[in-house]
Structures are given as C-alpha cells and as structure tokens.
C-alpha cells in the first residue's frame, strides 16, 4: 500500500511541535511548514493548546478527539453547565475537519432564502438517501435533514458565517454552504470552532492520546491518556464521547476490510487511524458499514490531496486524454470515480476557466501548491498537458454551447450549468481517485448513544462524527460530512450533558 503510505508521510512533520512548554498554554503556529504538513487549503491561524501540566485528574465529560465532532459537543456541553475536556493525539486540533473544502450541506436556511433558493428537508432527505442507493440509516438521516438549518444557525451565531453557496453531486439545489469568500471550509471552521473553545475556557490537550476506555460498573467514565513523552494517567468523568475520526488512512482496517484498494492515495490525515473504533469494540460497541469506503474522483495523486467538488460545482468539466468528456461530472462520487477509474489510464483532467477559479477560491491554494497548469488559450493549455488542442478546444467549444442551450445531449447533466467557460485563462488540474472516507463505524442512535450488540444503548458512552457508521451508506454526498460533525458534534454534547445531569 505505498502510495497511501506516500500520502501520510508529509504529515509526520507536525510531530515535532512537542508535547508541552513551560508556558501557561503551548502554540502551535500556522507556519509554512506546519501549514504545508497539515495540507489546510485555508490555512487555520496560529493556535494556543492547554499546557499538560495543567490536566486534572476529574473532568464531568471526557471528549476523545479535537476534530470539528469533538470541538462542537464540548461547546454544547460547557454552555449546558459542564466542565467538558478534549484529548487529541495529533499535535495540531481539526483533524480531516481541517482539509475539507467543499463546504456544508443544510436545507431550508436563513442563506438559501436570502438568495431565494427554495429548497426543503424533504428533497434533501430523498436526494441523499438516492445517492446511497437506500442503504442510509434513515432514521438518523431524518434526524440529520431536519436539523441542518440549525446547524448553520448555530454556527453563524457563534461567528462563523456559512453564506456562500455552491452544489455538489447528486444535489438538485445549491444547499453547500461555504464561508463569505468562497474559500475551502476546513480551516475557517476549525478557526472558529477553536476560538469558542478558547473563549469559553474549554481545556484541550494536544499530542494526548487516549489509549483505552473504561467502565465503572456498568458506565463509562474512564480514560487512559498519555501525553508525548509521558507515563500513561488515568482520568475520571460522568461520561465520555469518542469523536475521533475515521480509518481512511489505517493500512490495517483498509487491508481487511477492502483490499482491492491497496495502493491508492490516501486524502485523510496521519492520524486517521480507526483508534475510536477499536477502543468502543472493546467496550460490545456494534460497527457497521465498515466495508464502506468512499473513493473521491479527483485527488492529485503525487501528494493525495484532495481536489474539492466545489471545482465542478462552480462549471468545470473533466475530460479524459484524448480531450474528451467521458462523464456527467455532477453524478454522486462513486459513479464519477467509477467512470475514471474505468479510462485506460486512470486519471483525467479537470479543464475550468478564469470564472470558475474567480468563484472557487480554493483554486489558489491548489496552484500555490503546483498543481494548476494555465494557459492563456484551450489550445496553449492543452499543449502544456499534452492533450489533441483542437478535440479539447472542441469539446470545450460544445460544453459552452450546451451550457447556453442548458440541455447537456452527451451525458445529462443537469446542475452546475450556471456559467460557460469562455473567460480567459484557462487551466487544469489532473487527477485520479484516491480513498477519502469511511462510512463505516460505530452504530448509534440519534442519541449519539453508542449501541452495543444488541442494539442497546452503552450507559455513558456516546459518539459523532466519521468514527460512526450509517448515515451515509455506501456512499456519502460530497458537503454532508461537515453537516453530520456539526450536527451530530451538537447532539453528543447536549444529550451527554442531559446525562451527566441526572
């Protein structure tokens, strides 16, 4: 598998930031290298962590990861009264919250109205369920529509503003939103999410792996931790939530569970490991799914980033290396993957103008890091990817003109069709399918109640985020992951601190 292991290696840097300082909280800069390393495409600001020598003993509710699930169920359960906590492993708070880029799905918002968008919780609850083929748990499907507009809400009313809105595959209705600019979502809202920790003295503790999960009784309430460094220490609570992320970046999990992907690129960062999951095992926790893995149709293969839907959503078109369209760009990711993986070479390209990298802002963090080619003509572009210049400039020629006449004859798309690409310069980006997220996991109820085998609720335990399974089925659409963080993040701190308040 080492090309998934080409794709962590660049991340291993961050470890060298250090466990702890003699200062009152410890930073963690957004330094080129460091910003590099974490590949956030928004960059998240220079950050400060709870030095480790202040850690207690005893918190009310201990949260296992730092990512945007973790950092959001500890926000809910502090203003409900807690004395919440967060141990995160990795060295910097986001987790793969820091590298997502498209943005966040929510029907019936504020946003959506003020742009005179009529969108319901219906049609997004049947547009997604119809992208997974019906596989999705529809009862925490229900939950997760319905809650989305107050998601975005909370959000906007704890300063961070998701008013931007773009599409994405298998979506009728411009329902991602994105931060005001445009700009890939992972690091705004790790900023965000992190300042409101600060702000309400939320201690988080970075390179702090929870390494076990205990019981007392028939309750769980017991961590152990171990700093960089340091002997391992047990810590006590009322409860504990595991938010700790996926397995896309496990060889292991992704040996036994899918081995006819060995040897693709990995867009998760190092620490996606499966770590909660294994834990919650032990404690009778139910996976499902677990053979579920999303392959994501454009990933730049030399350093497995991800190269965000939020490109084709604003009008680009990917076309194969004879310069011609192969695919309706707008499918769901597992079609679009598909139809990639099927072409000789396994690889496209992604072709857009200067109108879709003036509304994709992203666009410019992927040129920073050298994957944009630019031409000033189609034909001077195509030269430069080594493409035939008048198929591609042909090809481009009737995209535009399908685009004026709205009726895509070759492949029936039907959304992303707002602008032609006709602006000067031109560019592309080629890509190739890389593995981006696990839809398998632990089972919960829309409690955020971990389940144990019998499908009964495990006393004190909860979790959210991409460490649970079966919301998404076999196949998530692109802007839901952030959705269920912050939705389901929500949940586990609120329904955590119900408990802990018995």
């Known amino acids: 598998m080492k090309k998934t292991i080409k794709g962590l290696l660049t991340v291993t840097a961050i470890f060298a930031l250090g466990a702890c300082t003699p200062d009152e909280s410890e930073s963690a800069s957004s330094s080129s290298s460091t910003k590099e390393s974490t590949e956030v495409s928004s960059g998240a600001s220079a950050q400060t962590y709870t030095n480790p020598a202040e850690m207690k003993d005893e918190y009310d509710l201990i949260i296992v990861g730092g990512g945007g699930a973790g950092m959001a169920a500890a926000i809910e359960a502090k203003d409900a009264g807690l004395n919440p906590v967060i141990f995160e492993k990795m060295p910097v708070a986001g987790g793969n919250t820091l590298k997502s880029s498209s943005g966040m799905n929510a029907s019936e918002t504020k946003f959506q109205e003020e742009e005179g968008i009529t969108d319901s919780n219906d049609a997004f609850y049947e547009e997604t369920l119809a992208g997974a083929n019906g596989t999705n748990d529809k009862e925490m499907l229900r939950y997760f529509v319905d809650h989305s507009a107050s998601a975005i809400e909370w959000l906007d009313e704890n300063g961070i503003k998701l008013d931007n809105l773009t599409i994405t595959g298998g979506m ?154 192969f695919v309706n760009e707008m499918n769901t990711r597992d079609k679009v993957s598909a139809a990639i993986t099927a072409l000789p070479e396994k690889s496209a390209y992604l072709i857009f103008d200067q109108g879709v990298r003036d509304r994709a802002t992203a666009i410019e963090f992927y040129d920073e890091k050298g994957y944009v080619t630019t031409g000033e003509t189609i034909e001077e572009l195509a030269e430069k990817i080594n493409l035939p210049a008048e198929t591609l400039a042909q090809t481009v020629t009737t995209w535009n003109e399908e685009v004026a006449n709205q009726e895509d004859t070759a492949f029936g798309r039907t959304t992303a069709m707002e602008h032609d690409l006709s602006k000067p310069n031109y560019y592309a980006i080629k890509i190739a399918p890389g593995i981006h997220y696990t839809m398998g996991g632990i089972k919960i109820n829309t409690n955020t109640e971990v389940l144990d085998k019998d499908g009964e609720p495990i006393t004190g335990l909860y979790a959210a985020g991409e460490v649970t399974g079966g919301l998404h089925g076999e196949n998530r659409i692109g802007g839901n992951s952030v959705a269920e963080i912050i939705i389901f993040g929500r949940q586990a701190g609120q329904q955590a601190a119900k408990f802990v308040a018995k």
């Open 172 to 325: 009728s209705e411009r329902r991602t939103h994105r931060p005001s600019d445009g700009s890939a979502i992972g690091g705004y809202l790790v900023d965000g999410l992190l300042r409101n920790v600060h702000e309400r003295q939320i201690p988080i503790f970075v390179n702090t792996e929870v390494t076990d999960i205990q019981k007392t009784g028939d309750t769980v309430n017991q961590v152990t931790v171990q700093v960089q460094g340091e002997e391992p220490k047990e810590i006590s609570g009322k409860a504990v939530v595991v938010t700790t992320g996926g397995f896309g970046a496990s060889e292991e999990y992704i040996q036994t569970y899918r081995p006819d992907l060995e040897g693709y690129v990995t867009t998760n960062q190092v620490g996606s490991t499966g770590d909660g999951i294994k834990m919650i095992e032990k404690l009778g926790g139910q996976t499902v799914d677990m053979d579920k893995i999303q392959i994501h149709p454009t990933v730049q293969q030399d350093e497995g980033f991800l190269i965000g839907e939020v490109v084709r959503g604003e009008g680009a078109i990917l076309v194969d290396q004879d310069g011609e369209r």
